[in-house]
């Protein structure tokens, strides 16, 4: 009897609160504090989504028979990575995409059950929205009408989860689960599952820039190095039996960051010619552009204080004036910027401008690869001021970006049209987090009170 009363209590209020976002359902749309109900409703719908896609729309083979034949090695003992191979090349992942996908091997009898690697997929497509929404509620700077173009609209992310079963949205999810551990305190295990999503695929580590000078802000330098052990312990642990038996093979074929991509499959550089391309000179230009990027915004926009930058390296109780210790329940920036960002949302901020500066100067971006900022493209629109960039300018910017990844091939027009939306990204990034400045005028006198003169 008291289970049923709990459970009609919980029923009531449940449809209290509906009745309520109802009757303030344009609220709903417009104000942050709505995202839980929001994306509660989404997370429902997105269920049926996947289930209808599932059903409805023909599975697609592209990479899922490689992946298989590359862990099946593995799983026959071949210890050797060069030896890792499918039919589509070389293994070129690192250890921690052996040991997930030879789980799914395993899971799917041996990677033939296609349908119900499919419903897997359609799993962690949902627990890696829960896991997003989860970031954007800790925020609170995002409408939430905004997640309907973030969930449902978007065919070429339902495509990459549960139609092409790539590893890309895999290492997103660990990903975004170690964020979420950053914004609860939890650096060490956050740093773990960070490594862990590194071990599934490289990508990852364009969010490494903006997670070191989290670190060395929260902890100094000193302070930060058992972090980063915990990431570099990692890596060796997983990739341990590969690198007793080949360890130069092991580091060139799952670390290669000079792996050439092929020209067909690019959607951000189309309208270059094939020989600019290939270029190491132009391989080499867009590294120190991300480079300066990524100097620029440590510089001026991630760093708040007035101190040098380089203050970042000592403990944080020795610095001078001091800094307010990096936890979610701070407030920062809010003089010195002209949007007022809590530690949650600053924390996302720069990991999130880290990985888009990483994207905006990537060598080749390809289909797939949508799934690396799809997620965080609306935090970045919208955690700054709608007086830079109105409402419907983001959200036509939402649907550009996503036109040009639905363009198959893609073509000059939609490569320049990709690159024009992330310069205006990076322009109301820049602009909207600008220090502003700080008035020095003293307060105006005030007659002390009586209270004012105890308390003296």
């Known amino acids: ?165 790539f590893n890309d949205p895999v290492a997103m999810a660990i990903l975004f689960l170690a964020i ?23 990508n990852i580590l364009l969010f490494a820039p903006g997670l070191l000078f989290l670190l060395l ?8 190095i058992p972090k980063l052990c915990i990431c570099a312990l990692l890596q060796v642990v997983l990739g341990l039996p590969f690198l007793l038996v080949n360890p130069m093979g092991y580091l060139t074929r799952s670390f290669d960051l000079g792996r050439q991509f092929q020209f067909k499959w690019t959607v951000n550089w189309r309208f270059l010619p094939e020989e600019v391309f290939q270029n190491r000179v132009f391989h080499a230009a867009l590294l120190l552009a991300h480079l300066a990027g990524l100097g620029l915004f440590a510089l001026h926009r991630w760093h708040s204080s007035k101190e040098n930058i380089l203050t970042l390296l000592k403990d944080p109780a020795k610095r001078k004036p001091t800094s307010p210790r990096l936890t979610v329940n701070n407030i920062l920036w809010q003089t010195s910027c002209v949007c007022p960002l809590n530690a949650s949302a600053w924390i996302v901020f720069i990991l999130f401008s880290s990985n888009f500066l990483g ?45 040009c990844w639905n363009t198959y091939p893609s073509t000059v027009c939609s490569s320049l049209s990709l690159h024009i939306c992330h310069g205006l990204i990076l322009l109301q990034l820049w602009y909207g987090t600008a220090p502003t400045p700080v008035s020095h005028t003293p307060p105006p006198s005030r007659k002390p009170t009586a209270m004012s003169k105890k308390a003296q």
Request: overall charge positive; some cysteine; aromatic content about 16%.
């Open 1 to 165: 009897l008291r289970a049923e009363t709990r459970s009609g209590m919980a029923a009531g209020r449940g449809a209290a609160a509906l009745r309520r976002a109802w009757r303030e359902r344009r609220a709903a749309l417009l104000e942050p504090r709505y995202t839980p109900l929001v994306a509660a409703c989404l997370c429902l719908a997105e269920g049926g989504v996947n289930l209808w896609v599932i059903r409805r729309v023909p599975y697609t083979e592209i990479d899922w028979k490689a992946y298989m034949q590359e862990v099946e090695g593995f799983a026959n003992g071949t210890l050797d990575y060069t030896q890792l191979k499918g039919d589509t090349g070389p293994l070129v992942y690192p250890a921690g995409f052996v040991y997930i996908f030879l789980g799914l091997y395993h899971a799917t009898g041996r990677g033939s059950d296609i349908r119900l690697a499919q419903y897997l997929f359609a799993g962690l497509y949902l627990v890696n929205l829960l896991l997003v929404f989860r970031i954007y509620c800790r925020t609170n700077k995002v409408p939430p009408y905004v997640f309907f173009f973030m969930c449902c609209a978007s065919y070429r992310i339902h495509s990459i989860f549960v139609l092409r079963l």
């Open 180 to 202: 979420n551990l950053f914004l609860e305190e939890r650096w060490s295990w956050g740093c773990l599952l960070f490594s862990l999503a590194v071990s599934v695929k490289m």
């Open 217 to 224: 802000q929260r902890f100094g330098l000193l302070g930060c």
């Open 359 to 403: 994207v905006c100067c990537s060598r080749s971006l390809h289909y797939q690869f949508y799934v690396w900022y799809f997620h965080t493209l609306p935090y970045l629109l919208w955690c700054t001021p709608t007086t830079k960039l109105a409402h419907m300018p983001k959200v036509l910017l939402l649907g550009v970006i996503e036109l």
